[in-house]
């Protein structure tokens, strides 16, 4: 069976916590924070966890944050290899203010990384890939990684016949997108990027998401929309599954929780289009929760359920 394996470059410590207002130049009192693994690969593994399935979870790590991301994530049971750096794994911060239900997060752009341990991280995946695997990527690049790494992780996966399942942003994803990609996950303002595009009206999505697949060596395009839902696009078909409108309490880890359901569902045997319609389900259910806990498969699954009820376009 098809294994799956999460890379996460720049992984981080989410904390999570609330207060009653929030206002400058004052002492918050904060409640009890909560601390959870994060960064885009592990967040996509402990969604795999959540909807019952496992993965390979591969990650950077350094200084006392690093050993504490890896015993957050022993807690979890998901197996992993941690590629060992200098600099101390970043620590990100959400808060929601309860009086308003707004939630302000503060990203830490990670610790520098250095040629050789970037280097190494390549190595790995040349010994752990294997034919038919499942390659997931996700993530911003931290300090002094170049951005055509995935260019070179793309190209391991190329030559070990695994599928590569890349979610990214910037440059890093510019030029990626121009390499071998099985499934690749912009939302509209990364697709408006990767086409020259300021701004994309809904009468020009298709269009712009069809030019990309002929122009690019990419098997699937899955445009997130948001509350929209999100856009299949294959030389195939072409259709916009809708999202169901919940009560929205954080939309951290959203985005990586759509691509554990998608993942899942190719190693389930699903088509194309109930791949994203779960996936969307996924991303759903990940808002319906505080702080950082992903989603959960009772939520996605009846979600999924009233997904498959509704018309595409």
Same mark, same amino acid.
């Not at 929780?257 to 990940?286: E, K, N």
């Given at each position: ?9 720049? $992984? ?11 206002? $400058?130049?004052?002492?918050? =009192?904060?409640?009890? $924070?909560t601390?959870?693994?994060? &960064? ?8 795999i ?12 790590? &350094?200084? $006392? +944050?690093?050993?504490f991301l ?5 807690e ?6 941690? !590629?060992?750096?200098?600099g ?20 830490m *752009? &990670? ?7 970037w ?8 010994l ?8 997931v990527?996700s993530g911003?690049?931290p ?22 399942? #890349?979610d990214?942003?910037?440059e ?6 121009? +390499?071998k ?10 697709? &408006?990027m ?10 020009? #999505? ?9 122009n ?10 948001? *509350? ?5 696009a ?7 599954? *809708? ?5 929205q309490? +954080?939309?951290i ?11 899942? +569902? #190719? !190693?389930?045997? =699903? ?6 319609r ?6 759903t ?17 009846k ?11």
């Amino acid at each position: 069976m098809a294994r799956i394996i999460t890379l996460t470059v720049n $992984p981080a410590i989410d904390k999570s916590t609330t207060v009653a207002g929030i206002s $400058p130049n004052s002492k918050l =009192r904060c409640t009890e $924070p909560t601390f959870d693994a994060g &960064g885009g690969g592990i967040n996509v593994s402990r969604a795999i966890e959540n909807l019952g399935g496992s993965s390979l979870c591969s990650y950077f790590a &350094g200084g $006392p +944050s690093g050993t504490f991301l890896k015993h957050l994530l022993d807690e979890k049971e998901i197996e992993q290899f941690v !590629i060992k750096i200098e600099g101390f794994t970043r620590e990100n911060l959400a808060v929601t203010d309860t009086n308003t239900n707004q939630q302000f997060r503060f990203g830490m *752009p &990670g610790p520098s990384i250095k040629k050789a341990e970037w280097q190494m991280a390549l190595k790995q995946l040349e010994l752990q890939l294997q034919k038919d695997d499942f390659l997931v990527a996700s993530g911003k690049l931290p300090p002094n990684v170049p951005d055509d790494f995935y260019v070179k992780v793309s190209q391991i996966a190329e030559n070990k016949g695994a599928k590569f399942i #890349l979610d990214t942003s910037g440059e890093p994803l510019l030029k990626a997108a121009n +390499s071998k990609v099985y499934m690749l996950k912009p939302n509209l303002a990364e697709l &408006g990027m990767l086409c020259n595009e300021t701004s994309i009206t809904d009468l020009k #999505l298709k269009s712009l998401a069809k030019s990309f697949l002929e122009n690019n060596d990419c098997k699937i395009l899955v445009v997130s929309l948001g *509350p929209k839902g999100a856009l299949l696009a294959t030389k195939e078909e072409m259709i916009q599954i *809708p999202a169901p409108v919940v009560h929205q309490k +954080s939309t951290i880890g959203a985005g990586d929780s759509m691509v554990a359901g998608m993942v899942m +569902s #190719l !190693i389930w045997g =699903r088509s194309f289009s109930d791949m994203v319609r779960y996936g969307v389900a996924c991303g759903t259910a990940a808002t319906m929760h505080h702080g950082t806990q992903l989603c959960f498969k009772k939520d996605a699954d009846k979600l999924y359920d009233w997904i498959k009820k509704q018309k595409t376009i």
